[in-house]
């Protein structure tokens, strides 16, 4: 934090990582997400970003679009991250690219219960989306690393 006063360097310090919920959208919501080796390599990404200390949470793939939770160390940069997981799961896309909307959505979470609430509204999105009649029923969902508060 280059240019953050000496004194709230230290407040930053005393605080947990941050934990971010993210959206990524495919292009023009293209329905090329859910797909079983779309979700492997998802699932093999967020266990290869633990070696570098991120911690891939929740997440819930659905046809169109991804959310995920995500908490990394304080030289976390989660653009450069989120480059590289669409170039990732990009490689298993049979269509033409553009696959992904530019850019992506974020929310920084602030409290244990935000990280609740979302996760509970995301986890019934393949039920609103009558994809699935429960949400426990979707395959390309999980949990990778359980982040706590």
């Not at 492997?40 to 659905?62: H, K, T």
């Not at 160390?73 to 033409?96: G, M």
């Amino acid at each position: 934090m280059a240019n953050t006063p000496k004194r709230l360097a230290q407040v930053f310090q005393s605080y947990p990582a941050p934990v971010y919920f993210v959206t990524l959208n495919a292009y023009r919501h293209s329905p090329i997400l859910a797909k079983p080796q779309l979700h492997a390599r998802f699932i093999q990404f967020g266990q290869a970003a633990q070696e570098r200390f991120i911690a891939v949470g929740r997440y819930v793939i659905m046809p169109t679009h991804i959310h995920l939770f995500v908490r990394g160390p304080q030289t976390f940069e989660l653009s450069s991250w989120i480059r590289q997981l669409k170039r990732s799961l990009s490689a298993l896309i049979p269509t033409e690219r553009p696959h992904w909307q530019e850019g992506f959505f974020d929310h920084l979470l602030r409290h244990s219960d935000s990280y609740a609430e979302k996760w509970e509204y995301v986890m019934r999105n393949p039920v609103r989306a009558q994809l699935v009649p429960a949400p426990e029923q979707w395959p390309y969902q999980g949990e990778i690393v359980p982040i706590i508060w």
